[in-house]
């Protein structure tokens, strides 16, 4: 079981950056997907970005395509999720998930573990 513990987030201005970090503490990092997922107040959660174990491919929703990158390091264990030109319909709570399986990373539902959630405000 992998526990993960999440930083970053804040109150923003449109078109500012923010980095998103969520290390994983627990058995080997590079046997689980990852995937940043957000929750907006009264809607459900959804699929922001996520990263293959090894390889490294990513898969990103469309309207963050372009704005946002997800990255890891698996020696320090860690996925990021960089956020470029932040928009005031980013405004969420974000949430990191592990998954040791194989089923569709844009999918909740795809995700055993989740951190915590982070909240990011932007303004418009």
């Known amino acids: 079981q992998v526990q993960l513990v999440q930083s970053g987030g804040g109150l923003m201005q449109a078109g500012d950056s923010l980095r998103l970090s969520c290390v994983a503490i627990g058995p080997t990092f590079s046997d689980y997907a990852m995937g940043w997922f957000r929750q907006a107040t009264g809607k459900e959660r959804e699929f922001v970005a996520a990263i293959s174990r090894e390889i490294g491919d ?5 309207s963050v395509n372009g704005r946002f990158t ?14 470029n030109s932040l928009k005031s319909e980013d405004t969420a709570v974000y949430y990191c998930a592990a998954t040791r399986g194989y089923s569709n990373l844009r999918s909740r539902f795809g995700y055993e573990f989740w951190g915590r959630g982070t909240q990011v405000t932007v303004s418009s």
């Open 58 to 62: 990513t898969l990103y929703t469309d």
């Open 70 to 83: 997800i990255s890891r390091d698996n020696a320090k264990n860690t996925v990021d999720l960089q956020m």
